[in-house]
């Protein structure tokens, strides 16, 4: 018998509702548009209820990155159900690129710079990369499994540095072929006949 769906509760909602909207602000605005006040105004709502869900702006970022990383972990185990190792890489590399060079690249790249400025906010960052790199690795080991988890470690980082280095990109000329070459590199990563050190 199928798992009944769990309704989301009012205060689940609002929260939800309050970090849409501030991702909205965060990426047609920036940061400095992100101002709590402005948000409970634009949301119809006191500034003491949103500060319920988020007391000041730096626990609101931390939720919006917490969420953007698990969206990212959630896009690579839909990538990677039901298809041959080098097709999974090819889809994490789609998916990826196509989030971290639109909207969710604005939220990482503000968490980058937070990181450099906040303890709090660094924190957030070490355990997102912490999170994201313990799921590539998982994804990684059951692509090409029998190897040391070391291995997985350090393939999982030159990955997510290819891909880091990728979402960057501004000049990369026809899509298909760029995203295709991603892929190849990552497949030459993760799945190698020599162990990298």
Do not use: C, H
């Not at 047609?28 to 949103?50: C, F, H, I, P, W």
């Amino acid at each position: 018998m199928a798992e009944p769906v769990r309704r989301q509760t009012r205060g689940e909602a609002s929260r939800a509702r309050i970090l849409e909207k501030a991702r909205s602000i965060l990426v047609e605005k920036g940061y400095d548009a992100l101002v709590l006040r402005q948000l409970a105004t634009s949301l119809d709502m006191r500034l003491g209820n949103l500060q319920y869900y988020f007391p000041n702006r730096q626990a609101l970022m931390a939720a919006l990155i917490e969420a953007e990383v698990a969206a990212d972990i959630e896009a690579l185990q839909r990538a990677v159900q039901g298809v041959e190792p080098e097709e999974a890489l090819a889809r994490i590399v789609r998916r990826l690129l196509g989030r971290w060079r639109s909207e969710s690249g604005v939220v990482f790249a503000t968490m980058t710079f937070l990181a450099t400025q906040s303890d709090d906010i660094r924190a957030v960052y070490l355990r997102a990369y912490d999170a994201f790199y313990a799921e590539i690795e998982r994804i990684l080991e059951s692509l090409d499994p029998g190897k040391p988890a070391s291995v997985y470690a350090t393939r999982g980082r030159l990955v997510t540095a290819l891909l880091d280095g990728a979402a960057m990109q501004t000049r990369v000329g026809e899509r298909r072929g760029y995203l295709r070459s991603v892929a190849d590199a990552a497949t030459t990563i993760a799945i190698s006949d020599r162990e990298q050190r």
